[in-house]
């Protein structure tokens, strides 16, 4: 295969990013970031009821 650094420098973007998605897709299976929020839902008992 091509090699991360010829890939980070014709995408130009940052060799980490080439990286981690490589190694995403190898765990996972897929090349999509998972979904996270910025801090955990704060639920009250409300919510939950």
Known sequence: GIK???I???LNI???????TIKR????????PKEC???PKM????DNQ
């Open 14 to 20: 940052p060799h980490s990013t080439v990286y981690d």
């Open 43 to 46: 639920l009250t008992k409300r």
């Open 37 to 39: 929020s910025d801090h």
């Open 8 to 10: 980070s420098d014709r």
């Open 4 to 6: 991360q650094m010829i």
């Open 25 to 32: 897709y190898k765990e996972t299976g897929s090349a999509e």
